[in-house]
């Protein structure tokens, strides 16, 4: 018998669900078989050849993997439509196509559409060609939900089945990403972090005050990226356990909708950032709350190197922030459809991240400097986002409290800068789905769920 703790493949920091995480070639092979589908109202152009090739490469993978999964036999979808949007003639399940700037299923008649002028050129434009394929397996995976009777049409909530369809993506995506997929491949590191950027760009819009929560939503991105984690990682019986409970529990009360005189921003200051450090003292205690200093430009340390715009060093127990940096991270992008959706928790996170170096050394026996601390750090910092999530008052008298789209903002700092999964010298791990995933384990889980997946 051997001693130790058994540690599980997912939480290994250089994998991606089980998978070497590497760069590489991502998008249609150069050999790729010919499409086994035909297209309706095509222009024979590249954004119709892409669809064409996902759903066909779709269709081979779910032949074989349906009947692994679930009852009956796999049934594809009765025809593929591609339309231009500004033209004026064109129906698509049973509505019309003119200015419908969509990629869906349609229920009524078994079939999948897309608008090829306008958003697929311009998420392909974002992304890379594997935003198209990651959109149609979404839109296939409403298809095989239905086939599957796990969505019910008049009786599933939108939200749900929205999600079910991302898990089954993810299940397909891993298939490619394991390199079977005779049609494209994806790498586990920039290739998937391109097609997750592509998920936090397709998120709903914030629910206003006057909003009905659950009415035609498809989730946030931190929902809808979560959903598809779980299809790539742990396989498609894990979409069957997508439901309203599950998504009910999974949300737990962390904030989907805007309250009254909220924006869901606050401006990043000198006043703020000592605010969510207040705040963090209250939030953790430590024996030792760090310092402060605005001065990032003279301040030096002996033993971890700067990461800004937030740097904490362990032998002055101080925070260094660069303040007009910070402030630029925490700048909501102008293009709110298709941006990485930053914000000012995109900063704050960052900020926290660093102050939660001081209380893993608190805790004693960590080690600060590898890859399981970075990871280690952006668990800790998904617990931090449920803890202030609940609102903190602070000494004199000033409130921090998370709001609806904070989730998704530090999710948009975790794929593109990584620092709140950054370990004490503010280096990260390479994939953006291992940040994504190890801070969502700790939103949904607490301080000991982190230190023994990441001791």
């Given at each position: 018998?051997?001693?130790?703790?058994?540690?599980?493949?997912?939480?290994?920091?250089?994998r991606v669900g089980g998978l070497q995480a590497v760069d590489g070639p991502?998008?249609?092979?150069?050999?790729?078989?010919?499409?086994?589908?035909?297209?309706?109202?095509?222009?024979?152009?590249?954004?119709?050849?892409?669809?064409?090739?996902?759903?066909?490469?779709?269709?081979?993978?779910?032949?074989?993997?349906?009947?692994?999964?679930?009852?009956?036999?796999?049934?594809?979808?009765?025809?593929?439509?591609?339309?231009?949007?500004?033209?004026?003639?064109?129906?698509?399940?049973?509505?019309?196509?003119?200015?419908?700037?969509?990629?869906?299923?349609?229920?009524?008649?078994?079939?999948?559409?897309?608008?090829?002028?306008?958003?697929?050129?311009?998420?392909?434009?974002?992304?890379?060609?594997?935003?198209?394929?990651?959109?149609?397996?979404?839109?296939?995976?409403?298809?095989?939900?239905?086939?599957?009777?796990?969505?019910?049409?008049?009786?599933?909530?939108?939200?749900?089945?929205?999600?079910?369809?991302?898990?089954?993506?993810?299940?397909?995506?891993?298939?490619?990403?394991?390199?079977?997929?005779?049609?494209?491949?994806?790498?586990?590191?920039?290739?998937?972090?391109?097609?997750?950027?592509?998920?936090?760009?397709?998120?709903?819009?914030?629910?206003?005050?006057?909003?009905?929560?659950?009415?035609?939503?498809?989730?946030?991105?931190?929902?809808?990226?979560?959903?598809?984690?779980?299809?790539?990682?742990?396989?498609?019986?894990?979409?069957?356990?997508?439901?309203?409970?599950?998504?009910?529990?999974?949300?737990?009360?962390?904030?989907?909708?805007?309250?009254?005189?909220?924006?869901?921003?606050?401006?990043?200051?000198?006043?703020?950032?000592?605010?969510?450090?207040?705040?963090?003292?209250?939030?953790?205690?430590?024996?030792?709350?760090?310092?402060?200093?605005?001065?990032?430009?003279?301040?030096?340390?002996?033993?971890?190197?700067?990461?800004?715009?937030?740097?904490?060093?362990?032998?002055?127990?101080?925070?260094?922030?660069?303040?007009?940096?910070?402030?630029?991270?925490?700048?909501?992008?102008?293009?709110?459809?298709?941006?990485?959706?930053?914000?000012?928790?995109?900063?704050?996170?960052?900020?926290?991240?660093?102050?939660?170096?001081?209380?893993?050394?608190?805790?004693?026996?960590?080690?600060?400097?590898?890859?399981?601390?970075?990871?280690?750090?952006?668990?800790?910092?998904?617990?931090?986002?449920?803890?202030?999530?609940?609102?903190?008052?602070?000494?004199?008298?000033?409130?921090?409290?998370?709001?609806?789209?904070?989730?998704?903002?530090?999710?948009?700092?975790?794929?593109?800068?990584?620092?709140?999964?950054?370990?004490?010298?503010?280096?990260?791990?390479?994939?953006?789905?291992?940040?994504?995933?190890?801070?969502?384990?700790?939103?949904?889980?607490?301080?000991?769920?982190?230190?023994?997946?990441?001791?």
């Amino acid at each position: 018998m051997l001693d130790g703790n058994p540690v599980s493949v997912f939480a290994d920091p250089f994998r991606v669900g089980g998978l070497q995480a590497v760069d590489g070639p991502t998008g249609l092979r150069p050999d790729a078989p010919p499409p086994t589908r035909e297209v309706d109202g095509t222009d024979g152009g590249r954004i119709d050849q892409l669809a064409a090739q996902s759903v066909s490469d779709l269709e081979a993978f779910w032949t074989t993997t349906y009947p692994n999964t679930f009852d009956g036999e796999f049934r594809p979808a009765k025809s593929l439509l591609s339309w231009d949007p500004g033209r004026l003639r064109g129906k698509f399940c049973d509505s019309r196509t003119f200015l419908l700037v969509n990629a869906a299923y349609c229920y009524l008649d078994n079939t999948i559409g897309w608008d090829r002028r306008l958003l697929l050129p311009a998420l392909r434009s974002a992304y890379g060609d594997m935003a198209i394929t990651m959109v149609l397996a979404h839109e296939y995976g409403h298809a095989i939900a239905r086939t599957a009777g796990i969505t019910k049409r008049r009786q599933t909530p939108t939200l749900v089945a929205e999600q079910q369809a991302d898990c089954l993506a993810g299940v397909y995506l891993r298939w490619v990403a394991q390199g079977d997929s005779p049609r494209f491949t994806l790498s586990t590191g920039d290739g998937l972090n391109g097609v997750l950027a592509a998920m936090l760009a397709l998120r709903d819009p914030l629910l206003g005050p006057d909003e009905t929560i659950g009415n035609n939503e498809h989730g946030s991105a931190f929902e809808r990226i979560s959903a598809f984690q779980f299809g790539f990682t742990d396989g498609a019986g894990s979409c069957k356990a997508i439901d309203a409970k599950e998504i009910e529990q999974r949300r737990g009360e962390l904030p989907v909708q805007l309250q009254q005189d909220e924006t869901g921003e606050v401006p990043v200051s000198e006043e703020s950032v000592r605010l969510v450090v207040d705040a963090m003292n209250i939030a953790f205690t430590p024996a030792e709350p760090p310092k402060l200093t605005f001065d990032a430009a003279t301040a030096s340390c002996s033993d971890a190197r700067p990461s800004p715009p937030a740097s904490y060093c362990p032998a002055t127990n101080t925070i260094a922030v660069d303040l007009p940096a910070l402030q630029t991270m925490g700048t909501p992008s102008k293009d709110q459809k298709l941006a990485t959706l930053s914000g000012d928790n995109t900063a704050y996170s960052a900020l926290i991240s660093r102050y939660l170096q001081r209380v893993q050394i608190e805790h004693g026996g960590l080690v600060l400097d590898n890859a399981a601390a970075a990871l280690r750090t952006a668990c800790l910092t998904g617990v931090a986002t449920t803890r202030l999530s609940q609102g903190v008052t602070t000494s004199n008298g000033g409130r921090i409290a998370l709001t609806a789209g904070d989730l998704d903002e530090a999710v948009a700092g975790l794929l593109t800068n990584g620092l709140a999964a950054g370990d004490i010298n503010g280096e990260s791990v390479p994939a953006g789905f291992s940040r994504i995933d190890a801070y969502r384990t700790g939103v949904l889980g607490d301080f000991d769920r982190c230190l023994a997946r990441f001791p």
